[in-house]
Nanobody
Framework: QVQLVESGGGLVQAGGSLRLSCAASGRTFSSYAMGWFRQAPGKEREFAAAITRYGGSTYYVDSVKGRFTISRDNAKNTVYLQMNSLKPEDTAVYYC????????????????WGQGTQVTVSS
């Protein structure tokens, strides 16, 4: 069992930056690839970024490439999402999730989810 708790969301102006953190419980954090998903009002949850178990590979949706960076610290059981050059269309609830599978872009393959943190980007 893995429990995930996100933090770091907030209100920021367009062009600004935020760093999201996701702290995981348990001693098997490195057994899971980690992903960040986001859900805007009235829209489906969408994949944003993912990182493999030891950070060797990262994956991004095209709309955040070059602006967002996912990283992890297995010693701290934490995954991060550094978000730069934020745009109003990045406004959403951001969720971190853990998966033991290999289809990182699919929400249905993730085993555990956090409660989400709100990110609001004003224009």
């Amino acid at each position: 069992q893995v429990q995930l708790v996100e933090s770091g969301g907030g209100l920021v102006q367009a062009g600004g930056s935020l760093r999201l953190s996701c702290a995981a419980s348990g001693r098997t954090f490195s057994s899971y690839a980690m992903g960040w998903f986001r859900q805007a009002p009235g829209k489906e949850r969408e994949f944003a970024a993912a990182i493999t178990r030891y950070g060797g590979s990262t994956y991004y949706v095209d709309s955040v490439k070059g602006r967002f960076t996912i990283s992890r610290d297995n010693a701290k059981n934490t995954v991060y999402l550094q978000m730069n050059s934020l745009k109003p269309e990045d406004t959403a609830v951001y969720y971190c999730a853990a998966t033991s599978k290999y289809y990182y872009r699919l929400a249905g393959t993730y085993d555990y989810w956090g409660q989400g943190t709100q990110v609001t980007v004003s224009s």
